[in-house]
């Protein structure tokens, strides 16, 4: 018998990518997603498996008890995953209270929730079913020159954003212990890949570049940041749902250690081979812009990955050269998608600037 999947934040960036990479699995059955459909949710990121008879999307808030109750009971699902949050730090600068919202609460509903469903079902569903939420490595603050984020590194958020992220691991595990619930949490570096919402260096620079738009770049484009292909991540989840070990936590890393600047100028040649500016032989380079730097910006993460590979047989299979050329290939080839987003509440404006007391 094949296996159901409740996929919260379904139709956002990472969700959506999963939700595809589901698909191609012959042991899926069922893939709901459960989606608010905020600014970085759209349903453009799935109409190419709209009419799947496998695919189902639920508009609804995971804050919401009773409407996610109903559709947990409906789907009686084997996997849930956790994706629904509000992941920007810039925005969480500008306003937390969104972040403590849907982070925090949000995750909460959806442990409760599950707890129910649980509750309700007999003990060989109960055995089968895996709870995974999906995290981050800024839960741990903000490493030095050396030295790797492990998944017994102690948490020191910096970002109100990072704060709701590591209230939310923190409710997982104490459900694992408190309640037996079956639930994971995975903690993974800076992803990027197809339909990440723009508001991201990455498809922000590709954009920026392709409209010859000033390029940001935050102080002096030296903070380094560990670089994750979304189809790699996505085969960790499933590897996590699969095999993983209750109440375990596992950090995905890409292994790929880029500061900013190095990584825009990367990008920059990739789109100076694939879609030149003009004749006279200028580089995408040439609109880097260095800006104010984002307060309380961490100056580098990196990522261990040997436990989940160790133990679960997972490995990034994407190279950063290869990643890139692929994803700079994507937003090339679907502007279409990229102006129908452009078209929202997010004009790729700066963000996070709000007034900082010292």
Request: glycine content about 8%; proline content about 4%.
């Amino acid at each position: 018998m094949g296996l159901n999947y409740f996929i919260t934040g379904g139709a956002g960036f990472i969700g959506s990518n999963l939700v595809h990479h589901l698909l191609t699995k012959p042991t899926t059955s069922r893939v709901v997603v459960y989606d608010r459909l905020t600014y970085a949710g759209n349903l453009d990121n799935l109409a190419d498996v709209a009419e799947d008879a496998r695919y189902q999307f639920v508009r609804g808030d995971i804050c919401e008890r009773d409407q996610l109750r109903r559709e947990l009971a409906a789907t009686k699902p084997n996997v849930v995953y956790n994706l629904a949050a509000e992941s920007h730090v810039d925005r969480s600068i500008d306003g937390p209270a969104e972040f403590v919202r849907t982070n925090v609460t949000g995750t909460f509903e959806m442990l409760d929730g599950a707890r129910a469903l649980l509750a309700s079902e007999n003990d060989a569903f109960r055995r089968q079913f895996r709870f995974v939420h999906v995290s981050t490595d800024e839960v741990f603050g903000s490493l030095g020159e050396e030295g790797l984020f492990k998944e017994t590194t102690r948490y020191e958020p910096n970002s109100p954003y990072a704060a709701s992220k590591a209230g939310a691991d923190h409710l997982v595990r104490a459900y694992f212990h408190t309640y037996g619930l079956p639930a994971l949490t995975t903690n993974c570096s800076n992803n990027y890949g197809p339909y990440q919402f723009p508001e991201k260096l990455i498809p922000l620079t590709i954009l920026n570049a392709l409209e010859q738009k000033p390029l940001p770049i935050y102080g002096d484009g030296k903070n380094v940041r560990d670089w994750l292909y979304v189809e790699d991540h996505c085969e960790a989840l499933y590897l996590a749902a699969e095999k993983g070990t209750p109440g375990e936590t596992y950090n995905i890393g890409g292994n790929t250690e880029r500061t900013n600047l190095a990584l825009v100028h990367a990008l920059c040649d990739v789109l100076d081979r694939t879609s030149p500016r003009g004749k006279n032989g200028a580089s995408y380079r040439d609109l880097i812009d260095f800006v104010a730097d984002r307060p309380g910006h961490d100056r580098r993460y990196a990522i261990d990955s040997a436990k989940i590979q160790r133990e679960l047989g997972w490995k990034p299979r994407t190279s950063f050269a290869d990643g890139l050329e692929k994803t700079v290939a994507w937003y090339l080839g679907h502007r279409s998608w990229c102006e129908r987003i452009g078209q929202g509440v997010y004009r790729r404006e700066r963000l996070g600037l709000s007034e900082v007391t010292r």
